[in-house]
């Protein structure tokens, strides 16, 4: 492989001969080969978007040369195009703060920048990854920035639209089974009936619910740390910096980010992505449930409950032919299960916040943006590959009402709890129904026991 040399405060280091990044990024990838997960690239496109708007405003302040801006922003905006995202080797698990992923994208920028003036890649002439494409920053508040730019983005191109389909497929569900009654269960034991639809309807609501809870985190999401630098007091940044920046990105994404109102809050902490993932995590737990209700109403299909029929989507056993499996409810379960962890991960992550900044960014990041895309397939899935295709397996719910036992609790107005109670008991010893019991004995049975159906609406 050919190097040429690349040199920083460290001293010299061999870099790539084709790679746009310089000594800072290779110091990175030879100290921090952890996991082998990098950065994410919603995180690195969110600094190119920075560094693309802080060249233009930096220009208009005239704090940088127009020639050297101009080739700072096109590079830049490449960077967001995706052009070089294989320039982004970088371990997620690095230094706390984000620096060697700054550094990434600072070099990479001031890379192209200079090949698009002198024709050669890399170096730090004319452009310099520090004083020119970093210039009025700090990786401790682009960095959090960044990090705030690619989950608000997530949340809005691809979690709400997720949710939204599974809420419509519920919803509609509901309606559709809207006459089927079968039993009840609490406690997984018989209890009163109930109809489909209504089961359903609780789905949706819960879907819903879970939209109104993203929503509400977006206004402290939209607060962007940028114009704090160091540790919050904005050394080194022109006055006007942060808010001109911050305009032109919301512009641009049509997402209404702002300064944030406290740069030593918006820097020392990271509550806003802790309560995000709080907002995540609830929304997993409902997906959670709504899963495992599926896989428990499908189950069967000859001896389990077989009052619903999911799709048929793959063989699901080696070695038991026709057995098919509730694959897409369990891959959401799954899911769900790593937004949970992903959650204890940004819990701890919060608790790093030691003074003017948070030393676990990046693990913050990663997991926020992780949990953001599970969810948003999770939804869109679970949508699409299960529920959508559901049907009602109406004599199934029709024969289980029939035959249970808290059908009794119909008759306690007029007979009171103890006799009922022993009209279920007796039931249960003889193999009758509840209705065969009370016939037995002359027990006139009242309309609402006979119109199960009608009671329920």
Same mark, same amino acid.
């Given at each position: 492989?050919?190097?040429?040399?690349?040199? *920083?405060?460290?001293?010299?280091?061999?870099?790539?001969? =084709? #790679?746009?990044?310089? @000594?800072?990024?290779?110091? &990175?990838? !030879?100290?921090?080969?952890?996991?082998?997960?990098?950065?994410?690239?919603?995180?690195?496109?969110?600094?190119?978007?920075?560094?693309?708007?802080?060249?233009?405003?930096?220009?208009?302040?005239?704090?940088?040369?127009?020639?050297?801006?101009?080739?700072?922003?096109?590079?830049?905006?490449?960077?967001?195009?995706?052009?070089?995202?294989?320039?982004?080797?970088?371990?997620?698990?690095?230094?706390?703060?984000?620096?060697?992923?700054?550094?990434?994208?600072?070099?990479?920028?001031?890379?192209?920048?200079?090949?698009?003036?002198?024709?050669?890649?890399?170096?730090?002439?004319?452009?310099?990854?520090? *004083?020119?494409?970093?210039?009025?920053?700090?990786?401790? =508040? #682009?960095?959090?920035? @960044?990090?705030?730019?690619? &989950?608000? !983005?997530?949340?809005?191109?691809?979690?709400?639209?997720?949710?939204?389909?599974?809420?419509?497929?519920?919803?509609?569900?509901?309606?559709?089974?809207?006459?089927?009654?079968?039993?009840?269960?609490?406690?997984?034991?018989?209890?009163?009936?109930?109809?489909?639809?209504?089961?359903?309807?609780?789905?949706?609501?819960?879907?819903?619910?879970?939209?109104?809870?993203?929503?509400?985190?977006?206004?402290?999401?939209?607060?962007?740390?940028?114009?704090?630098?160091?540790?919050?007091?904005?050394?080194?940044?022109?006055?006007?910096?942060?808010?001109?920046?911050?305009?032109?990105?919301?512009?641009?994404?049509?997402?209404?980010?702002?300064?944030?109102?406290?740069?030593?809050?918006?820097?020392? @902490?990271?509550?806003?992505?802790?309560?995000?993932?709080?907002?995540?995590?609830?929304?997993?737990?409902?997906?959670?449930?709504?899963?495992?209700?599926?896989?428990?109403?499908?189950?069967?299909?000859?001896?389990?409950?077989?009052?619903?029929?999911?799709?048929?989507?793959?063989?699901?056993?080696?070695?038991?032919?026709?057995?098919?499996?509730?694959?897409?409810?369990?891959?959401?379960?799954?899911?769900?299960?790593?937004?949970?962890?992903?959650?204890?991960?940004?819990?701890?992550?919060?608790?790093?916040?030691?003074?003017?900044?948070?030393?676990?960014?990046?693990?913050?990041?990663?997991?926020?943006?992780?949990?953001?895309?599970?969810?948003?397939?999770?939804?869109?899935?679970?949508?699409?590959?299960?529920?959508?295709?559901?049907? @009602?397996?109406?004599?199934?719910?029709?024969?289980?009402?029939?035959?249970?036992?808290?059908?009794?609790?119909?008759?306690?107005?007029?007979?009171?709890?103890?006799?009922?109670?022993?009209?279920?008991?007796?039931?249960?010893?003889?193999?009758?129904?509840?209705?065969?019991?009370?016939?037995?004995?002359?027990?006139?049975?009242?309309?609402?026991?006979?119109?199960?159906?009608?009671?329920?609406?």
């Amino acid at each position: 492989m050919k190097v040429r040399e690349e040199v *920083d405060a460290m001293g010299t280091i061999l870099v790539p001969e =084709d #790679a746009y990044y310089g @000594a800072g990024t290779q110091r &990175a990838i !030879e100290n921090f080969p952890l996991s082998g997960i990098r950065m994410p690239l919603s995180i690195i496109h969110g600094l190119a978007l920075i560094k693309k708007h802080a060249a233009s405003v930096n220009r208009n302040l005239h704090l940088l040369d127009e020639r050297l801006a101009d080739a700072i922003v096109r590079a830049a905006q490449e960077v967001l195009f995706g052009q070089w995202d294989h320039q982004f080797p970088l371990d997620v698990f690095q230094t706390g703060s984000g620096t060697s992923s700054n550094m990434n994208v600072n070099e990479v920028i001031a890379g192209r920048a200079n090949e698009l003036l002198t024709r050669r890649v890399g170096g730090k002439s004319p452009v310099h990854p520090n *004083d020119h494409v970093n210039l009025c920053q700090s990786s401790n =508040d #682009a960095v959090p920035s @960044a990090i705030h730019i690619a &989950a608000f !983005e997530g949340i809005r191109k691809r979690l709400l639209p997720g949710l939204e389909r599974l809420h419509q497929s519920l919803a509609h569900k509901s309606e559709t089974f809207a006459d089927v009654v079968k039993i009840g269960r609490t406690h997984l034991q018989d209890a009163v009936p109930l109809t489909l639809g209504q089961e359903f309807g609780g789905y949706a609501r819960q879907v819903e619910l879970g939209m109104k809870r993203i929503r509400a985190v977006e206004e402290r999401l939209a607060e962007l740390p940028l114009g704090g630098t160091a540790v919050g007091t904005g050394v080194n940044a022109h006055p006007r910096f942060a808010s001109k920046v911050i305009s032109a990105i919301a512009s641009e994404t049509g997402y209404p980010f702002v300064e944030a109102e406290n740069h030593f809050e918006a820097q020392g @902490a990271r509550d806003a992505s802790v309560e995000t993932s709080g907002a995540l995590k609830t929304l997993a737990v409902s997906l959670t449930k709504i899963a495992n209700d599926i896989r428990w109403l499908s189950c069967g299909p000859r001896t389990g409950f077989a009052e619903i029929t999911i799709p048929s989507l793959q063989p699901g056993s080696s070695i038991m032919p026709g057995k098919v499996n509730p694959v897409i409810p369990e891959s959401v379960i799954q899911a769900a299960a790593q937004v949970f962890g992903n959650d204890v991960a940004i819990t701890m992550g919060g608790q790093a916040g030691n003074f003017e900044l948070n030393v676990m960014m990046p693990l913050i990041g990663y997991n926020l943006l992780q949990s953001i895309h599970l969810l948003s397939n999770a939804s869109a899935v679970l949508a699409e590959k299960c529920v959508d295709g559901i049907s @009602a397996n109406r004599e199934k719910c029709t024969s289980a009402v029939e035959k249970s036992l808290a059908m009794a609790t119909y008759l306690v107005p007029e007979i009171g709890y103890d006799q009922a109670s022993g009209l279920a008991k007796e039931a249960f010893r003889t193999g009758e129904t509840v209705r065969e019991v009370a016939e037995r004995k002359g027990i006139e049975l009242p309309d609402r026991f006979n119109d199960v159906t009608g009671n329920l609406k």
